[in-house]
């Protein structure tokens, strides 16, 4: 978004918007929104406009609408940083302007830009010509820009790992996590709160708001929506990818373990208290902390077996799950994201956990955090079921 700093604005002087009606082709996307309120790079299609209207020194702005003009009145509602008038003009069909039209635009392209000699005829094309958008846009930052533009590219309370390299010019929504290794851009989206494991390659790509996207993943012109991918190159969909690769982060409500659960912690804490007085190498102390929930806990040392032994005593008493996200301090949990905050407070916490099967067995591994917020925002039995079958493989793991 640009400041104003054009034309002062005339009150007399009016830009006609002629907003295309687009719905039937969006075959593909299915998205919610009319076509100019998809994202440009920074912003709507229609927000440049608006910065165009008020460089250009336009009072007001008038919108002609067909295609769900409540949803572009309620952009516009939002969009309160912009000094100028505007009305939408809801109407039964919006026809392009003629080459005579003074003062109207047609939004099918970005100020600056000739309008399309004829408009897209399927879903796939629609798409094509969004990401070319976003691709003019992206290319429109030139080097003389690019330290300012990398100061507002980036949101806030992001994490970005110092092994991550990112490929200006990209934009880089507020609590986006981005790991180790990851290359990322150019002219790549990623949505608020969406994690990159890493490490994973983009380039001209767009990752949805809170998607989560394993690492060794290379996306090139691709568009990913929790478990859907759309390549956009090869016009191809591919729907409910393996929630191991990528998958939509959500919250989970239980937290409480089930009776199974408790039966098989009470007898696997029989079989380690047992295990622990014979073999040798038993420790001589543990360590003792407490979780942000103010649960007590004591570690031990060797095996995971025998670190956790203590633990299954919780899952007995149904203050933990037999699999959950590894159990973290008040410290350890406030150094996180506000968004990754509330995610784990609400997850279950659990003996083992899917961090475990990635060699990540503590809260401080740096590491551990993406894969806690991954599976604390993954459905029940997804990853469950994984960190079961491989069980007896992490409590012999030695820490």
């Not at 796939?124 to 976003?134: E, M, Q, S, T, V």
């Not at 309370?157 to 092994?163: A, G, K, N, R």
Request: net charge negative; proline share 8%; hydrophobic share 40%.
């Amino acid at each position: 978004m640009s400041a104003p700093s054009g034309e002062a604005p005339d009150p007399e002087k009016v830009l006609t918007l002629v907003l295309p009606d687009w719905q039937r082709l969006d075959t593909v996307l299915g998205s919610d929104l009319p076509f100019p309120l998809w994202s440009v790079g920074a912003q709507p299609l229609l927000h440049h406009w608006l910065d165009h209207a008020v460089d250009a020194g336009y009072g007001s702005v008038r919108l002609r609408v067909s295609d769900r003009p409540a949803e572009v009145r309620r952009a516009m509602e939002d969009a309160k940083l912009w000094p100028i008038q505007w009305q939408v003009v809801p109407e039964p069909a919006t026809v392009p302007p003629g080459p005579d039209d003074a003062d109207v635009e047609y939004l099918d392209h970005l100020p600056g830009q000739a309008p399309l000699e004829s408009p897209p005829d399927d879903g796939w094309a629609l798409l094509r010509h969004w990401y070319a958008l976003r691709k003019t846009w992206f290319d429109s930052v030139d080097n003389d820009k690019m330290e300012a533009f990398r100061t507002l590219a980036i949101g806030r309370f992001c994490s970005i790992h110092p092994t991550a390299e990112l490929r200006m010019p990209v934009w880089i929504g507020d609590y986006a996590q981005i790991g180790p290794g990851c290359v990322v851009g150019p002219a790549v989206s990623v949505g608020r709160g969406a994690v990159l494991e890493g490490p994973s390659h983009l380039e001209n790509s767009v990752i949805t708001d809170h998607t989560y996207l394993a690492g060794h993943t290379e996306l090139v012109d691709a568009y990913l929506d929790g478990g859907r991918l759309l390549n956009i190159r090869l016009s191809a969909e591919v729907k409910g990818l393996d929630a191991i690769v990528a998958d939509r982060l959500r919250n989970h409500d239980d937290t409480r373990p089930t009776v199974a659960e408790r039966a098989v912690a009470a007898a696997l804490y029989v079989g380690f208290t047992a295990a622990d007085r014979v073999l040798p190498g038993r420790p001589a102390t543990s360590e003792t902390w407490e979780t942000f929930g103010g649960l007590p806990m004591s570690e031990g040392r060797g095996p995971l077996w025998r670190r956790r032994r203590t633990w299954l005593r919780h899952v007995v008493a149904g203050q933990m799950r037999m699999v959950g996200v590894l159990p973290r301090t008040r410290e350890q949990l406030e150094r996180l994201s506000p968004d990754w905050q509330e995610i784990l407070r609400a997850a279950p916490q659990g003996v083992l956990s899917y961090s475990d099967l990635h060699g990540s067995h503590t809260a401080e591994d740096e590491l551990e955090a993406i894969h806690a917020v991954y599976q604390a925002s993954t459905p029940d039995g997804q990853l469950r079921a994984t960190v079961r079958e491989n069980a007896s493989r992490i409590l012999r793991t030695e820490v």
